[in-house]
C-alpha cells in the first residue's frame, strides 16, 4: 500500500536517505536531507520540480 517516498531532485529513496515531506502550492513533495540546502538558497533551481516557486533573495551579498 505504502509508496516508496523519493528525493525530487535526485530521486534517491527513503531506503538511501532521510527524506522530508513538505507542501507546496497545496501539494504535497519529498525531499531529501542532502537537497533541503537547494530548496533553501537556490529554490529557484528547483523551477522543474516545484511549478511556480520563487527565486530565492540572495541575503549575503
Ligand atoms: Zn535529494
Same mark, same amino acid.
Given at each position: 500500500?505504502?509508496?516508496?517516498?523519493?528525493? @525530487?531532485?535526485?530521486?534517491?529513496?527513503?531506503?538511501?536517505?532521510? @527524506? @522530508?515531506?513538505? +507542501?507546496? +502550492?497545496? +501539494? +504535497?513533495?519529498? @525531499?531529501?536531507?542532502?537537497?533541503? $540546502?537547494? !530548496?533553501?538558497?537556490?529554490?529557484?533551481? !528547483?523551477?522543474?520540480? !516545484?511549478?511556480?516557486i520563487? $527565486?530565492?533573495?540572495?541575503?549575503?551579498?
Amino acid at each position: 500500500m505504502s509508496k516508496i517516498t523519493k528525493c @525530487i531532485v535526485c530521486h534517491k529513496t527513503e531506503n538511501e536517505v532521510p @527524506i @522530508i515531506n513538505f +507542501k507546496f +502550492k497545496g +501539494k +504535497k513533495y519529498t @525531499i531529501c536531507s542532502q537537497h533541503i $540546502p537547494v !530548496l533553501i538558497h537556490k529554490a529557484q533551481d !528547483l523551477d522543474s520540480v !516545484l511549478p511556480g516557486i520563487q $527565486p530565492t533573495e540572495d541575503e549575503n551579498q
